[in-house]
C-alpha cells in the first residue's frame, strides 16, 4: 500500500510539473527571440496574445457562474490539499511497519523503541534513558539508545549487559540488520545545599 501511494504521489507531482514547464515554454515562446529558435511544428502563441483577455476576462466575470465557480474550485483545492497534508503528517506519526518472519506479522518501529526502552532501564545502575529505533533502506535499522548511568557506576559495569540487550533486539528483528549506537552519560550528583 505504501509503495502505491508513493507511486502516486510522484506521478501527481510529476503530470503537475510537466504541466507548468510546457506552460511556462509555450509562454516564453511568445518572445520573437525564442520563437525563432524554436522547430517549426512547436505551437507558438502569435505575436501579441496574452494568456487571459481583458474582454473575455469581464465577459465571464459578467456571467453568473464565474465567481462561485472559481471559489469553489479554491475552496476544494484548499480542503483536499489540507485533507493531504494532515493524512501525511498522521501516517508519519504512526511510522511505517516492519514485516516480521511469520507470515501476516508486523511491528511499529515505537514498540520496538519502547520495548528497548524497557529492557535499558532494567539493567542494573542505570537509572534513566531512552532507545529509539529508526528504519533504514535495505532491511537495516537503526537502534540508538541513550543511557543515563547511576553516580558512581563505572561504564564498564553496564556496557556488557546493554550489549546483550542490543543483541537481544538484534535476534528480535530477525529478517533486519539492527546497528546500534549506545551513548552512555552519568547522572550528576545531589551536592547538598546548606542554609
Not at 16 to 45: E, F, H, I, S
Not at 63 to 70: D, I, L, M, Q
Not at 81 to 87: E, I
Not at 148 to 159: I, Q, S
Request: hydrophobic share 50%; aromatic share 4%; charged share 20%.
Amino acid at each position: 500500500m505504501r509503495s502505491i501511494r508513493t507511486a502516486v504521489d510522484r506521478a501527481a507531482l510529476g503530470a503537475v510539473g510537466v504541466a507548468l514547464l510546457l506552460g511556462g515554454v509555450w509562454l516564453a515562446a511568445g518572445d520573437r527571440a525564442l520563437a525563432q529558435r524554436l522547430p517549426a511544428w512547436w505551437p507558438a502563441p502569435a505575436a501579441g496574445t496574452v494568456l487571459l483577455d481583458g474582454d473575455r476576462l469581464a465577459r465571464w466575470r459578467g456571467a453568473g457562474w464565474w465567481t462561485p465557480a472559481v471559489m469553489a474550485a479554491a475552496i476544494g483545492l484548499t480542503v483536499l490539499f489540507a485533507w493531504l497534508s494532515l493524512a501525511r503528517l498522521r501516517r508519519a506519526g504512526t511510522g511505517r511497519r516492519l514485516a516480521l518472519p511469520a507470515p501476516g506479522c508486523t511491528v511499529r518501529p515505537q514498540a520496538l523503541s519502547a520495548a528497548l526502552t524497557e529492557r535499558v532501564l532494567a539493567v542494573p545502575g542505570v537509572v534513566g534513558g531512552r532507545a529509539r529505533v529508526t528504519p533504514r533502506r535495505g532491511r537495516r535499522l537503526e537502534a540508538d539508545l541513550r543511557v543515563r548511568l547511576a553516580p558512581d557506576t563505572p561504564p564498564g559495569a553496564v556496557l556488557p549487559a546493554l550489549r546483550a540487550v542490543a543483541a537481544e533486539a538484534g535476534r528480535a528483528a530477525e529478517p533486519y540488520t539492527v546497528h546500534t549506537r549506545i551513548r552512555l552519560s552519568a547522572a550528576a550528583h545531589r551536592t547538598p545545599h546548606v542554609r
